[in-house]
């Protein structure tokens, strides 16, 4: 049976992309001014997380699309794929230029200058990516519930939410790693502190990037959904009286908010076939109540599995 899924919020993306708006252009400015590498590779990443964002809106559109002819189970994965696509953008974009700009870096002795402008606004942008960072987190703890907090990072199945909060927390420690590398340039006079700061910037985009592409390649793919799922469609199986035992199980996480469940049970054998149907509906109906992520469910009656 088929239910149009629900409504994916956007508050935390557009949140994010404002955020990182005004701090790219703040450290784009501070870049130039410094002349220093670190910034330059802040100032990159944060125009690359601006960029990441906006495919997650493009992602939370096209998965909101109701299904049709072509895609029966819907669109609901096309957010998993943009997902991704954030993820190696964040791999390219951020990491792989932070090292390439901080290995650049080594070979020259270019001094920064006017260091009191990138750390005012290496502060400031450390103060609107911790506030972003930390409203993520109290986005996550809504949801994971009781689920020790890096677990849910790995199972959850709402992965813009994941990737955000990735880009946000990411960008917090590269922002430290630039305050420390411009500080101990400034105070040594040696320009290999501020290739060392890139360097770092980028090792931990990289870092990232790769579990997140790792988790969301998973939900790509096809994942199952979540256990408590699982178990709710066995459990009422036992506390059904025309439902003797289930014989096999498939669920399938389609997208945020939506699972599809297919099962094949075995029924009492005196049932008549108009008692079937009424088992089988009334048994999707209460499976719908209990777990209104299944937005589709195929339940068959079987005797042997």
Not at 73 to 87: D, E, I, K
Not at 127 to 150: C, H, I, M, Y
Not at 157 to 175: H, I, P, R, T
Not at 276 to 283: A, D, F, K, P
């Amino acid at each position: 049976m088929e239910v149009v899924s629900a409504d994916h919020g956007t508050k935390h993306i557009i949140q994010s992309l404002l955020a990182n708006v005004a701090i790219a252009l703040a450290k784009g400015v501070a870049a130039v001014f410094t002349g220093s590498g670190a910034m330059l590779a802040e100032t990159i990443h944060s125009a690359a997380d601006c960029s990441n964002q906006a495919l997650l809106l493009l992602g939370v559109k096209q998965a909101r699309r109701p299904p049709d002819a072509t895609h029966p189970l819907g669109y609901g994965r096309a957010l998993y794929f943009w997902s991704f696509m954030v993820a190696l953008l964040l791999f390219t974009g951020g990491g792989v230029f932070s090292i390439y700009e901080g290995i650049h870096k080594l070979g020259s002795d270019e001094a920064v200058h006017h260091v009191g402008w990138g750390i005012g606004v290496l502060l400031f942008s450390l103060a609107v990516e911790g506030w972003a960072a930390l409203s993520n987190v109290r986005d996550l703890n809504k949801r994971r519930k009781q689920t020790p907090f890096f677990r849910y990072l790995r199972e959850s199945k709402d992965s813009d939410l994941v990737v955000v909060f990735g880009e946000n927390s990411a960008a917090a420690l590269g922002l430290v790693f630039a305050l420390a590398a411009l500080g101990l340039s400034s105070a040594t006079g040696d320009p290999m502190w501020d290739a060392v700061g890139s360097l770092a910037v980028g090792v931990v985009l990289v870092g990232v990037a790769i579990f997140l592409a790792v988790e969301i390649k998973s939900l790509l793919v096809g994942e199952a959904a979540d256990p408590h799922i699982a178990a709710t469609v066995r459990g009422l199986v036992k506390d059904s009286a025309d439902i003797e035992e289930m014989l096999s199980l498939i669920t399938v996480q389609q997208g945020p908010g939506e699972v599809m469940v297919a099962a094949k049970v075995r029924l009492r054998r005196d049932l008549t076939a108009e008692r079937i149907v009424q088992v089988l509906n009334g048994y999707e109906a209460r499976l719908r109540e209990q777990c209104p992520d299944v937005k589709w469910s195929f339940v068959e009656p079987d005797i042997e599995s």
